[in-house]
């Protein structure tokens, strides 16, 4: 099947960003200087850069299936280094949605394949809220509180990882945000928790207790 289409879209793009900007690819070409890093989920209907109106080049994006940021793995590590320490980003944003596939999927208790390895990560924090949850409500109350128990467990992942905490014993202005993106709507949502030292860790700790 030929995608000829997905080139010519491409070319009609760049033409009309260029009659709007001469100079914007030339810019773009010349230097990479994001004020972010999103680290976000492979859904396709999340598209980090557009749903905050950003130009490319604004936003250093990281995504993988439940925007998971986990200590074992070699990309999401590789992408936060580069990000915090060669880029210098101000603010890392841990944004997850509601109505993921893969939260769906970790609550479930049938195997999807290979990305269950992928996933035990989800349902290892499932199990350790399984009374909050099943207390919240009917399965799609669930789903949601689960989406937003993992953005902020995912949040302090962020916040004790070395990289960022040698940021902040450095000096660095650097903070962690929590987020959760409506597929309905089309509005994202901050959890009304950022951490931007070392001494904020507790306070996640804290709040998943609340949940």
Known sequence: MSLKHLLEKNRAWAAARTARDPGFFTRLSAQQAPRYLWIGCSDSRVPATEIVDLDPGEIF?????????????????????????????????????YGCGGIRAAMSNRSVGLVDNWLRNVRDIRERYKHQIEAAGDEHVQEDLMVEINVLTQLGNVARNPIVQRAWRQGRPLRVHGWVYRLQDGILHDLGYQASSVDDLDEVHHILERV
């Open 61 to 97: 994006v990281h995504r993988n299936v439940a925007n998971l940021a986990v200590h074992t793995d070699l990309n999401f590590l590789s992408v936060l280094q580069f990000a915090v320490e060669v880029l210098e980003v101000e603010h890392i944003l841990v944004v997850g949605h």
